[in-house]
């Protein structure tokens, strides 16, 4: 077995699971060629700057720098390469189905590239649909009889279940690790690639320390495809939670419940479990839907009708109109009003803004005849660059989007809202309304300084 300190690993990929992915396997004292087809992201990584808001990213940026490189090519660094860890997006076609074409295309560089005396063992960490690993090997193999060359491929599933906001967090202290591959050999190399994680053996980088009490982590070994269902199941379930509560949100708001008491109450018993109970404006994301609407798709192609799942997907678009909903009752007239809207990221300490409840609100409140006014902590930028058709006054702190408005409506629990200080807020807007679509403040303290608050099923 060769030493965990040398370890060629390439990571294909450059994005929020692949950087975050490379940097802790650097970390850990892995050599990571970490490749990127987008050279303005190379470009800025090899000049040691994070490409993605994820704390501590930056530091382990600069701290790995002699162990890893940055290009945009897989072919020129592929030989020698132990293992190859497919990081590219997984995007949704318009009818759910899963969109594999940057997934075959890295198959297909490292099928031209791959050194059949010594291949590497590919992994496909993507979240990809069941069968992918095998059409990964079938894409290389392809690409290998061109060549004219033969030899045995491993090809194994290592989904990732990292959360954006706590990505290193997640990497370096995993609940488990999945690891779905048919090869022993492959089975090996991806258990000493984890060696330092399973086993807990490295000094905890300064920005991410070890929780107190953490548990050293399964290692899940199954078959491919299990690892695939594996991923899709985790976040179903996950999305299907928070869309479970949201539904009772809407028994509480009409029987006068408060949800977040619903909440605790429930998810106190351990069958339960706290977490993805919170009801709010609804799930988003760059997983949750896309991983969702696929999982259907598949379900669709072997005549399975999951109807929980759909369901879920049902309550979370209804979920988007009740925010608007709440301002409607409000406001009463929402056309040459001036909204407020506090977060455009679709959770708390990321810059993703990828199918955020922001997009179909701020889009609706504009149709609607709104004046909007946002502002993001750090996702203003992502947010301008993707929807520049949207006419949107971008504000460079919450005060300035409360100013002057109608109504404040929260659509990202960022920490510094709770601490936001909201007498001198209310006194400079037009409204005192506050519509919290997270649930994230007390509204009682809200009505004693003399605002009008609603949350997501609750009074
Ligand atoms: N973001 C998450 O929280 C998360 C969590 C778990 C799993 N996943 C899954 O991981 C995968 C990656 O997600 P992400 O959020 O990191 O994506 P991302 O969009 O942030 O990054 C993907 C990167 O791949 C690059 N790329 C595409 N084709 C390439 C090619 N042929 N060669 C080299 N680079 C190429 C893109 O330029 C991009 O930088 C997806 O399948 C996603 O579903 C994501």
Redesign the pocket.
């Known amino acids: 077995m060769k030493d965990a300190e040398k370890l060629k690993i390439m990571i294909?990929?450059?994005?929020?699971?692949?950087l975050t992915t490379g940097m802790a396997l650097a970390y850990l004292g892995h050599r990571v060629t970490c490749?990127?087809?987008?050279t303005a992201?190379i470009d800025k990584l090899e000049r040691g700057i994070s490409t993605i808001y994820e704390q501590g990213l930056e530091d382990l940026l600069k701290e790995t720098r002699s162990r890893a490189t940055f290009t945009g090519s897989?072919v020129d660094h592929l030989p020698g390469t132990d293992i190859v860890i497919i990081?590219?997006?997984?995007p949704s076609k318009s009818n759910g189905d899963t969109d594999l074409s940057?997934v075959e295309?890295?198959a297909k560089?490292i099928g031209l590239a791959l050194d059949p005396e010594d291949p590497p063992v590919v992994v496909n960490?993507?979240?990809?649909p069941i069968g992918t690993a095998r059409r990964v090997e079938t894409v290389i193999k392809e690409e290998l009889e061109k060549r004219g060359v033969r030899c045995a491929l491993s090809v194994a599933s290592n989904p990732?279940?990292?959360?954006?906001g706590a990505a290193l967090h997640d990497t370096f202290y995993p609940d488990r690790i999945v690891v779905g591959a048919e090869e022993m050999q492959a089975l090996n190399l991806l258990r000493q690639m984890y060696a330092p994680i399973l086993e807990q053996t490295f000094n905890p980088p300064q920005a991410v320390p070890r929780p107190e009490g953490y548990q050293l982590p399964a290692l899940v070994t199954t078959s491919p495809t299990s690892a695939e269902l594996i991923k899709y199941t985790a976040n179903a379930f996950l999305a299907m939670k928070i869309s479970f509560i949201n539904e009772i949100a809407g028994i509480a708001d009409k029987v006068g419940a408060d949800i977040n008491e619903v909440a605790k109450g429930i998810g106190l018993d351990k069958r339960i479990g706290p977490g993805f109970l919170q009801a709010g404006a609804g799930w988003g994301g760059?997983?949750f839907p896309?991983?969702v609407r696929s999982l259907l798709f598949t379900a669709s192609q072997y005549n399975c009708d999951l109807e929980l799942v759909r369901a879920a997907l049902e309550v979370n678009r209804r979920q988007r109109k009740k925010v608007i909903e709440k301002l409607q009752e409000a406001l009463k007239v929402v056309r040459g009003s001036t909204v407020g809207i506090l977060g455009l990221s679709f959770k708390p300490n990321t810059d993703d803004i990828r199918e955020s409840p922001a997009i179909d609100v701020i889009g609706e409140l504009l149709d609607m005849g709104a004046r909007v006014k946002a502002y993001d902590p750090v996702a203003e930028e992502k947010y301008r660059q993707n929807y520049p058709g949207q006419e949107v006054v971008y504000c460079d702190t919450a005060g300035e989007a409360a100013r002057e408005s109608d109504a404040v409506l929260i659509l990202t629990d960022w920490d510094e809202f709770y601490h936001l200080p909201w007498k001198e807020l209310g006194e400079s807007m037009k409204n005192k309304i506050v519509i919290d679509g997270r649930n994230m403040l007390n509204g009682r303290e809200l009505k004693t300084l003399g605002f009008s608050y609603s949350g997501i099923g609750r009074q």
């Open positions: 294909v990929g450059t994005g929020y699971v692949g490749v990127d087809k987008d992201i897989i990081a590219v997006g997984t940057y295309g890295v560089e960490k993507s979240t990809v990732e279940f990292l959360r954006e760059s997983c896309k991983d």
